[in-house]
């Protein structure tokens, strides 16, 4: 797929600025101040007023005409702030974000990103409901998941208290009602000893300590960022393709590439958490405090959190560190997700966390799936599913389907397979299949591979489990 970056703002020797400006929907202040940009020699511009509902069909107009028929997927809206400019104090900031057609904008300008994404989700529908609108928007504001918007925490820091910020930011972005958030991987703005050590090291081979350092701190970020909603990376040089970072068989390029590997394993798993927001207002990524509120040891716990109803993630975020405390909310116990070893809830404790490994706990009583390994969403269909039962208490997931690119979802047309575990009875039952779409598989694989206190097994998509048959009738597994 392809995104494209668009800002609103344009230059005023564009007719594109023109339209807008022969309407007054252009912002004023830095077209009357002369404000120019950092591209190039710089050049005078204006902002549009997103907040008119004509300026906003006007925009989505000019997108449609001049990128839709290149085939774009996806927008990526920058500068939603609207960052009108960098730097500058509140008063001359409110100077140059309005007025707006609603009002002052020291009223109204923090939802400035709203109001865009809507011209962008409205735009498309209204001439291809065949294809899912996607956004991405460095500003947010509440309401923005009806526009199909994700929003990303901005230019970010390369720093190790970056990173263990963003945690907490995901995770009050969660709480808020906006499910679907990311960040920077390894942070966008890059401190100078970073890029001298990458400088170093293409021309000698030769890893100074800042290098060393810019490495671990990927491999970190890498693996938090897994288990965030959307799993990106961006940011100014140095360059942040897998093999620059660190050549192949370094241990930040393994994390790297078996944590990427284990995202799209996961795609089963983490495509059903999206069809669980679409039908329940669910969110993937949670804080402890959603999911174990009568355990009142986790209401300030801020660097721990859920990846769905299964994994508690506990990301590292001090350089050298080769271990952390993780505290287990109360529950039937968790398994840890490396080697299947039990670990009792309502406990705090040191935990092993290797260069290549982030801590990850998986929760007794749940079903997790996995799809084959895929290097993007529809390269092939899950046929053969690796389930992992983490016995100990009863345990329920619905796996859910769908075409995945377009709307036919909202007339019915998708799939559901809902599956249970009994502690007691030791027993799984895969449910009748419901619902049904064009081209969904009618027949498939699941292999149960069963964990508990008994049987610890890690995570191995070469395990050999309990193969069953499934053609969309009920089926009982005694394990």
Not at 211 to 216: C, F, L, N, Q, V
Request: aromatic share 18%.
């Amino acid at each position: 797929r392809m995104m494209i970056s668009v800002w609103p703002k344009f230059y005023v020797t564009t007719e594109h600025y023109k339209e807008f400006d022969k309407n007054g929907w252009i912002y004023q202040q830095s077209v009357k101040d002369s404000l120019k940009d950092w591209v190039g020699p710089g050049y005078h511009y204006g902002f549009y007023d997103a907040y008119d509902a004509d300026a906003r069909k006007l925009f989505w107009k000019q997108m449609y005409e001049h990128y839709y028929p290149l085939g774009i997927d996806a927008w990526w809206m920058d500068a939603s702030e609207p960052n009108v400019r960098d730097c500058t104090d509140l008063q001359y900031r409110k100077d140059l974000c309005g007025p707006t057609a609603l009002g002052p904008s020291a009223e109204y300008f923090n939802a400035y990103a709203l109001m865009n994404a809507e011209a962008i989700y409205d735009g498309q529908r209204s001439v291809d409901n065949n294809k899912r609108v996607f956004l991405l928007t460095r500003s947010g504001f509440a309401g923005l998941q009806r526009y199909s918007t994700a929003t990303w925490s901005g230019d970010i820091g390369t720093r190790w208290e970056d990173m263990k910020a963003q945690i907490t930011a995901g995770l009050n972005f969660a709480v808020s009602g906006i499910p679907y958030w990311t960040m920077d991987i390894g942070g966008f703005c890059v401190e100078n000893r970073y890029v001298a050590g990458q400088k170093q090291w293409n021309e000698t081979k030769t890893e100074n300590a800042d290098y060393k350092e810019w490495r671990e701190l990927n491999a970190r970020w890498y693996q938090f960022g897994a288990f965030c909603p959307l799993y990106r990376a961006h940011g100014q040089y140095p360059f942040r393709e897998i093999w620059e970072i660190a050549p192949e068989g370094h241990p930040a390029y393994n994390s790297v590439v078996y944590y990427s590997k284990l995202r799209y394993r996961m795609m089963p798993y983490i495509y059903s958490l999206a069809g669980m927001t679409w039908f329940n207002d669910y969110t993937i990524m949670r804080p402890l405090v959603m999911d174990f509120t009568a355990d009142t040891n986790v209401n300030n716990v801020g660097d721990q959190f859920m990846f769905g109803p299964s994994f508690m993630v506990s990301p590292v975020y001090h350089y050298g560190d080769r271990s952390r405390e993780v505290y287990f909310p109360k529950s039937a116990g968790w398994y840890d997700f490396y080697t299947g070893k039990f670990q009792a809830g309502g406990e705090k404790k040191m935990v092993d966390a290797p260069y290549e490994r982030i801590p990850l706990f998986v929760r007794a009583g749940s079903i997790v799936p996995f799809g084959p390994e895929i290097q993007y969403t529809d390269e092939k269909q899950a046929e053969h599913i690796k389930l992992y039962v983490y016995q100990g208490a009863d345990a329920a997931f619905t796996l859910y389907e769908d075409e995945g690119v377009n709307y036919n979802y909202e007339q019915g047309k998708y799939a559901m397979i809902p599956m249970t575990y009994n502690e007691a009875k030791k027993q799984l039952v895969i449910g009748e299949r419901t619902g049904e779409f064009d081209g969904m598989l009618k027949e498939r694989t699941f292999e149960i591979i069963q964990v508990n206190t008994n049987s610890p097994k890690p995570f191995d998509m070469n395990a050999k489990g309990i193969v069953v048959k499934y053609n969309g009738t009920s089926q009982t597994i005694q394990l």
